[in-house]
């Protein structure tokens, strides 16, 4: 929704933020003092839990779970349970998840009879919603959707992933029990998706683990996306397939795939499952160093069968193994081995955030010296403290603080720059989100436009400030 705009009541579940048990205890389709069952095995007795006035599940020993996928994990005896479809109100009655779908269809009609909504965001919703519940039928009768990551984002009006609209579209997915095979914020733009009912093992209650009891009066935050970083698959792309060659290949062979590839290693795949290692420059000299005579069996690396990791695995994790070695080799979802990554896919992937990063502080070092030499450290304060942040010192500001303060009409006053204070805070706000990005190792690189924005904006102040 769009700021100052009048949100209908309950908007919220459809930006971004999964549906709780208090909400559907609100919408009046549960009640305390419900009986939820869950039918883990035909012939045994089913599992009970009761819907307590705090929205929460508890089980007959007295325990109380804020989340029904904690409740049913703890009764199965299970690392995760997808609960939301396993609990049903009453024997034989609708599931949790039922219930959600009908909360989400009444909250989307809301927004379209909302006269004070634009129409093209009530478009939006809609067209939002109506894909996630096709994509939810397709993938129950076993012909999941399948796209890129690009456009499956591109349902959100997304050209990237930040962590933000990562987040949204993860709960929005959750809302739905849906879920990417693979993740989509840990590969490519261009690598292709599934969207399938969320499995038990990727439930959104995995983070729930342990079975201590104690989590029972923790606030509810295991039922939220994680932060995923930067993965091994985002550093390859999949519009280039892996070159490989055969155990039984030539010298001849592997050395044409080097040259024309302007590689320095190639795998050696018996099939796309099996890795016998590696052929790269160094190891066929040295193999022939060793003897004149010997064969391209002789020259196959096959340590690097041990240098092999799943494509969802942090670039931090394997920094070690790559520069010991100078490569890895990625396995996708499927098992497959689908690329390899280089120490010189590393140094490109940084070099894409080095410049945006130097500008932004840059910028930062400029904002922080305008600040202090133009007001009094209370200035600044009360500024901070209008705008609803914290204040500790001139020297530890952030961005956000360099905003509050430019926004602040006496401060802007003060300043007394001919330019407008509403164009020049909205840049400023355009490229904290850069930052942001930038800072939070963003999968996708910083776009050549917000590269130019962020230059130009740096040139700004430091004409006006006359540096």
């Known amino acids: ?68 996928s904690k409740a049913g994990a703890v009764v199965a005896r299970r690392r995760a349970v997808a609960g939301w479809s396993a609990w049903q109100v009453g024997i034989g009655g609708r599931t949790l998840h039922q219930l959600r779908l009908q909360l ?10 909302n006269e004070e909504v634009p129409r093209a965001e009530t478009a939006a919703v809609q067209r939002r919603f109506g894909v996630l519940e096709s994509a939810r039928s397709e993938a129950e009768s076993g012909t999941p959707r ?91 792309s999949h519009k280039m397939a892996l070159v490989s060659v055969g155990p039984t290949a030539s010298f001849e062979e592997a050395i044409t795939a080097m040259e024309i ?19 790269s420059w160094e190891s066929i000299a040295a193999a022939k160093h060793r003897d004149l005579g010997a064969s391209f069996s002789d020259a196959i690396d096959r340590r690097a ?12 994790d394997v920094l070690g193994v790559l520069q010991q070695h ?9 098992r497959k081995i689908s690329g390899i990554v280089t120490a ?15 500008l932004i502080g840059e910028i930062d070092q400029e904002l922080r010296q305008l600040i202090v030499n133009t007001f009094d450290e209370d200035t600044v304060r009360n500024a901070c403290l209008a705008a609803r942040l914290t204040f500790k010192s001139l020297e530890s500001m952030s961005i956000s603080q360099y905003q509050a303060v430019l926004a602040n009409e006496a401060c802007w006053q003060q300043l007394g720059w001919p330019l407008d204070r509403s164009l020049f805070v909205a840049r400023l706000d355009e490229l904290r989100k850069v930052r942001n990005n930038v800072m939070h190792f963003n999968p ?24």
């Open 305 to 316: 069968r041990d240098r092999v990791f799943d494509y969802d695995t942090r670039l931090l």
């Open 261 to 279: 590839n302007d590689f320095s290693q190639v795998a050696v795949l018996a099939n796309p499952h099996t890795l016998h290692g590696s052929v």
């Open 146 to 236: 399948t796209m890129t990551v690009r456009e499956f984002i591109g349902l959100w009006d997304l050209e990237d992933r930040d962590r933000i609209a990562s987040e949204q579209i993860d709960a929005d997915l959750a809302n739905h029990g849906l879920a990417t095979v693979p993740d989509f914020r840990a590969v490519s733009l261009d690598r292709m998706i599934r969207i399938d009912v969320l499995p038990e093992t990727n439930s959104d209650a995995e983070a729930e683990a342990s079975e201590d009891s104690s989590e029972a009066t923790a606030p509810e935050m295991n039922e939220e996306s994680v932060d995923i970083g930067l993965t091994l698959d985002n550093l390859f």
């Open 444 to 467: 996708d690189p910083v776009r050549p436009s917000e590269v130019v924005k962020l230059r130009h904006f740096l040139n700004v102040i430091r004409r006006y400030t006359g540096r």
């Open 344 to 358: 010189a896919d590393v140094v490109r992937k940084y070099d894409e955030t080095a410049t945006p990063f130097f």
């Open 326 to 334: 100078g490569f890895i080799f990625v396995r996708d979802d499927q």
């Open 104 to 113: 989400l269809r009444d909250v989307a009609a809301e927004v379209t009879a």
């Open 1 to 68: 929704m769009s700021n100052g705009e009048p949100r209908p009541r309950r908007t919220h579940l459809l930006d971004g933020r999964r549906v709780r048990i208090s909400d559907l205890m609100d919408a009046n389709l549960l009640k305390a003092g419900d009986d939820l069952y869950f039918q883990q095995r035909i012939g045994d007795p089913p599992h009970q839990a009761t819907v307590t006035e705090r929205g929460r599940l508890r089980l007959q020993d007295g325990r109380e779970f804020s989340t029904p």
